[in-house]
């Protein structure tokens, strides 16, 4: 009996030494701007344009900031895996929110990709859509973003990662091509913050 226990382990560790993990294929996940013509494309921060096969039930309006995991093909050409829409903005001219009443957000990342101030922010949410809006204090001498945010009175529920890009093109000066320096204001739980970026 032990010498048919002993014969069936090394049965089964052949089998397993001998089969092969499934492999995944590559995949790339990156901030994106959909835009189509005869077809959907989707232009990433960098500046390229990628041609996917096949947009499954995808049907977002030019302009929609997306979040793309992909598979690169043969050139430009690409096999999604998944699109997520994300909460697409541009400046806001009108009277700015006093930010220290704003509520206050979980800054994960902020960072300046192509034209587009993106941001991870994390918040508390329960069940009514919380609002986000990027002012510009016209009367500054230097530009500021003030972000703004509000849970829309959403009560306590539970943290969520949120994804916003904003559109920030017409902060560039109309002459010149150097980068544009600028400074966004937040009102986190540690306090306001105030981050120095360009826009390159």
């Avoid at 509520?103 to 994390?122: F, M, Q, T």
């Amino acid at each position: 009996r032990l010498a048919k226990i002993t014969t069936l382990l090394l049965l089964l560790q052949s089998l397993s030494c001998s089969k092969e993990p499934d492999r995944l294929d590559n995949f790339l996940v990156e901030f994106a701007t959909t835009f189509k013509t005869d077809r959907y494309r989707f232009e990433l921060d960098n500046g390229d344009i990628l041609i996917p096969l096949d947009v499954g039930d995808f049907n977002g309006n030019a302009g929609q900031r997306v979040i793309l995991n992909y598979t690169p093909l043969k050139d430009d050409t690409i096999s999604i895996n998944q699109v997520i829409p994300i909460f697409t903005g541009t400046i806001s001219y009108d009277e700015i929110p006093d930010i220290d009443i704003t509520d206050p957000v979980k800054l994960r990342s902020a960072w300046v990709g192509g034209n587009y101030l993106n941001l991870i922010i994390e918040t508390e949410y329960h069940s009514i859509a919380h609002a986000l809006l990027l002012n510009r204090d016209t009367g500054s001498p230097e530009i500021k973003l003030s972000l703004s945010y509000s849970r829309n009175n959403d009560p306590p529920g539970y943290p969520k990662v949120m994804y916003a890009s904003f559109l920030i093109d017409d902060i560039r000066p109309e002459t010149g091509s150097s980068p544009t320096p600028f400074v966004l204001i937040m009102n986190t739980h540690a306090g306001i913050r105030q981050i120095n970026m360009e826009l390159k």
